[in-house]
């Protein structure tokens, strides 16, 4: 069964030796994000995980519990989806992809099953949830009593980094969840950090459009079972509900809740949920803050949420998480969705055998693509498919090598890559959107992107010289040097 909520996933990890609590008083202002840095920079768990999950009990001005590094592990993530490897999320997403149109009668009811499967993975709604046990309204709320992480100390303040943030399309009334950071400006204001390119950011432009004066309602849910914890940061296409995802990956439909102020709906397992709405007119300056490129992202002009009702839990956990130099936490997030996203894009793509995106690429700036390549130009097709694909558009530097090259393998890919360039003739420049986070750009949101074709070159490709074998031991000489081996005492 699905873990049922936040609570019962931090009761699996501390059975699995992966939590850890820490009893003594610990300031959320910058404090916390220090204690897990420390924890974080543990070179015996590397690459495996950046520490342990943390469980700080006493956070310094707030009587509730603070959850942080929650998914930063391969382990982690698996527990969180209920597997022993990704692979297993990824093979169920394929066994939905390769469902073809039923031919015939036979072929409808075999397929039966499976739709039932899918259908019973949409959201529930329920009357009343563990969320509402408290509720609070008007003056009565106040974001402070939630231990908050200011994270870095040029930080604009403090962030809620963990948030699931709810809006609906004014025009198709469909919903979308994003994970988008949330800068507290007082008790009831914080800044809605949705960038441009994402689903929130266009529900509040087609809102704009048909009342530029009005407010589009806004929900935010905080701390949630795993899988639906992680459903906002999934790059899935617009007008495709986190919700519905979520309950494929927990095997079970996700229960929501009307909110008490608005006509969204939220999880009911929620431990803390904000509702309000944005403001379509007023922009405020956000930031800087912290981020996962290793670097603060600059001040900005963002949209305002003003929080109208909070409703939570009676003993709340406040699940957050801290960004900044790769590796962090959210580098298991983003690999989890290389893993589980792999089918999707093979099934597009089927010259695709893998993609690497190694930390330091910090998602958007480096992917290493494997390809079998099956005709001239192939490379480049394969480039220019990733930069429409998704929020894989973003992508700074593609590298497409053979499939016979290791893209995991750092070493290996360094090493044939590097062999099968001609600098010159094998980059290839294309200008795009690009991450708002790249502060390299030449224009915030829109800059160059680079590929490399790290391939075998052709003779139809106009590549005239002979290309040399890779330098391996024959079996028979190997065979030999085995039977003398002990006798050399090497
Ligand atoms: C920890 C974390 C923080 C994030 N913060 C933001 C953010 O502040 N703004 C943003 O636009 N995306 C942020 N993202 C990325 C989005 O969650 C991601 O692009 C997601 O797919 C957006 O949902 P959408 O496609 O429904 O818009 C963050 C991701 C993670 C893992
Ligand atoms: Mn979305």
Known sequence: MAYQDLREFVKRLEKE?????????????????EVTQRVARDPSRAPQSVGPALLFEKPKGSGVPLLINTFGGVRRMALAFEVNDLSEVAERIQGFLKMETPQGLFDKIKMLPKLAELGSFFPKTVKSGLCKEVIQQGSAVNLFDFPILKCWPQDGGRFITFPLVF??????????????????????????????????AEHFRRAQAANPEGRIPVAVAIGSDPATALSGMLPIPPDLDEMMFAGFLRREPVEMVPCETNDLEVPANAEIVLEGYVNLKKLRTEGPFGDHTGFYSL???????????????KDPIYLTT??????????????????????VMKMQYPEIVDVAMPAEGIFHNLMIVAIRKSYPGHARKI????????????????????????????????????????????????????????????????????????????????????????????????ARVQSLWKGLQL
């Open 17 to 33: 030796g992966e939590l850890k609590r820490i009893r003594a008083e610990v300031d959320p202002i910058l404090e916390i994000a």
């Open 167 to 200: 809006t609906k399309n004014p025009e198709t009334g469909k919903r979308n969840v994003g994970m988008y950071r949330m800068q507290v400006y007082d008790e009831r204001t914080t800044g809605m950090h949705w960038q441009t390119q994402k689903h929130g």
């Open 299 to 313: 001040e900005g002009e963002y949209p305002v949420f003003h929080v109208e009702c909070v409703t939570h839990r």
């Open 322 to 343: 801290v960004v900044g130099p790769p590796p962090q936490e959210d580098f298991y997030m983003g690999h989890a969705v290389e893993r589980i996203f792999l089918p």
């Open 383 to 478: 480039m220019n498919a990733i930069w429409s694909l998704g929020q894989a558009m973003f992508t700074k530097v593609i590298v497409v090598v053979d499939h016979d090259v290791d893209i995991h393998n750092y070493s290996e890919l360094v090493w044939k890559a590097l062999c099968a360039l001609d600098p010159e003739r094998d980059v290839q420049f294309s200008l795009g959107p690009v991450d708002t986070l790249d502060h390299a750009a030449r224009l915030q949101d829109f800059g160059s992107k680079m590929g490399i074709d790290a391939t075998r070159k052709w003779p139809s490709e106009g590549f005239a010289r002979p290309w040399p074998d890779e330098i391996r031991m024959d079996e028979a000489t190997k």
